[in-house]
T-cell receptor, first 111, second 117 residues
Framework: GNSVTQMEGPVTLSEEAFLTINCTYT??????LFWYVQYPGEGLQLLLK?????DKGSNKGFEATYRKETTSFHLEKGSVQVSDSAVYFC??????????FGDGTTLTVKP | ETGVTQTPRHLVMGMTNKKSLKCEQH?????MYWYKQSAKKPLELMFV???????ENNSVPSRFSPECPNSSHLFLHLHTLQPEDSALYLC????????????????FGEGSRLTVL
């Protein structure tokens, strides 16, 4: 079956620090890959996505590259802000329509 | 305005009550989902409706009963719940199949925070 493994949290960084949250996956076929973000008191929202190998998704300064050879989709941001404090979920989706999520990584950014 | 609207946002109920959670999507999608999010636990897929048919039921106790009267509305009927059912219940929608985007992106509502006393 499909699975997603992401870096355990919590992660605490100072403002303007570099962020990496690791994500690796196991899937049959050719999944699409996603990062979702959940701000306090809200539901999940799509942060970025990539639908095929070597695609780079980017949004709000965050980036992730679909690496088929290493089955990874690591999330990065060069300079985090306090407002980036949230829970980040890596996920994949196959053509069957079912999404598989990682366990989530809580990020806290301190001023 | 969010494309997926959930009501109520907060609900407190006793173990003998009957209540319902409502979800409405304004995105023209053909699939809707219920997820359960508990503290310190992974996101749990409960039910999937595709084209108004239930296509997945992940061993959810019968005290949770979903209903999908049309492609825009999804309900979760609750009865005789247990305190361990306290959680954030998230509704989501997506477009599946060849008719729309194939990436499988999910659009979530803001959730209904349920507390069972």
């Amino acid at each position: 079956g499909n699975s997603v493994t992401q870096m355990e949290g919590p992660v605490t960084l100072s403002e303007e620090a570099f962020l990496t949250i690791n994500c690796t996956y196991t899937a049959t076929g050719y999944p699409s890959l996603f990062w979702y973000v959940q701000y306090p008191g809200e539901g999940l929202q799509l942060l970025l996505k990539a639908t095929k190998a070597d695609d780079k998704g980017s949004n709000k300064g965050f980036e992730a590259t679909y690496r088929k050879e290493t089955t990874s989709f690591h999330l990065e941001k060069g300079s985090v802000q306090v407002s980036d404090s949230a829970v980040y979920f890596c996920a994949l989706n196959t053509n069957a329509g079912k999404s598989t999520f990682g366990d989530g990584t809580t990020l806290t950014v301190k001023p | 305005e969010t494309g997926v609207t959930q009501t109520p946002r907060h609900l407190v109920m006793g173990m003998t009550n009957k209540k319902s959670l409502k979800c409405e999507q304004h995105l023209g999608h053909n699939a809707m989902y219920w997820y359960k999010q508990s503290a310190k636990k992974p996101l749990e897929l409960m039910f999937v409706y595709s084209l108004e048919e239930r296509v997945e039921n992940n061993s959810v106790p019968s005290r949770f009963s979903p209903e999908c009267p049309n492609s825009s509305h999804l309900f979760l009927h609750l009865h005789t719940l247990q305190p361990e059912d306290s959680a954030l219940y998230l509704c989501a929608s997506s477009q599946v199949g060849l008719a729309g985007g194939r990436s499988g992106e999910l659009f979530f509502g803001e959730g209904s925070r349920l507390t069972v006393l």
